[in-house]
């Protein structure tokens, strides 16, 4: 494939770089992304870090309301689709086109279900008055206050960058239906690979933090 020149003023020639497949660069960029993404749930860490020390007690006493069994079935959920996931990307590689879209329609099943539970788990919480600014929540411990409102806060974000990661898969489904990954060019699935394990991995922090501390 001949090279595109460029010209410049003096009339000489120079060869234009192509970034489009330029995977080094697609990688190092996601990188970055998870990067400032991580700098966004490590603040919210940073202040559960804070409000529990000063509110050890009341921290636990509020855990313990939460349904540790749904939390501990979303987890292997997501360890499952974690695995699921990174299978795809590799069956994508050995060229096994049909087993590396099922293995990703797998994973937004998965993913479909980890929402179902947690939204069922909200929805208990808010029919018995549980939410931020409600009155019942408002009358209760500042530790209390303070623990809910991190707990909707950060399953709320968490759960959202799960609704983003089932969009990215669905998009990758479509490429591949397309052509536009294929064995020879999956940097892009690698990259919606590596940030579902991103979110995976947050919801490993997360599950200790508002599920165990009560038990």
């Given at each position: 494939m001949e090279q595109e020149m460029a010209y410049d003023r003096q009339g000489k020639s120079y060869p234009v770089a192509d970034f489009k497949d330029d995977y080094s660069g697609d990688k190092l960029g996601f990188w970055v992304f998870l990067l400032t993404e991580g700098m966004m749930f490590g603040v919210l860490f940073l202040l559960y870090g804070i409000y529990f020390y000063r509110h050890t007690a009341m921290f636990a006493f509020s855990s313990a309301d939460l349904n540790i069994w749904l939390g501990g079935t979303n987890t292997v959920l997501l360890l499952i689709s974690t695995y699921t996931m990174g299978v795809a990307t590799l069956m994508m590689r050995q060229g096994?086109?049909?087993?590396?879209?099922?293995?990703?329609?797998?994973?937004?099943?998965?993913?479909?279900?980890?929402?179902?539970?947690?939204?069922?788990?909200?929805?208990?919480?808010?029919?018995?008055?549980?939410?931020?600014?409600s009155k019942l929540l408002d009358a209760k411990d500042t530790g209390e206050i303070l623990f809910f409102g991190l707990y909707f806060v950060m399953t709320g974000l968490h759960g959202l960058h799960v609704i983003i990661g089932i969009a990215l898969m669905s998009w990758v489904l479509l490429l591949m239906r397309s052509g536009g990954i294929h064995p020879e060019h999956t940097i892009v699935m690698k990259n919606v690979t590596l940030y579902w394990d991103f979110v995976h991995l947050i919801w490993i922090v997360l599950f200790p933090l508002l599920y165990m501390i009560g038990v």
């Open positions: 096994k086109l049909k087993l590396s879209a099922m293995l990703v329609g797998l994973t937004i099943f998965i993913a479909i279900v980890f929402l179902g539970i947690k939204a069922s788990e909200w929805g208990v919480d808010i029919s018995h008055g549980i939410y931020p600014g």
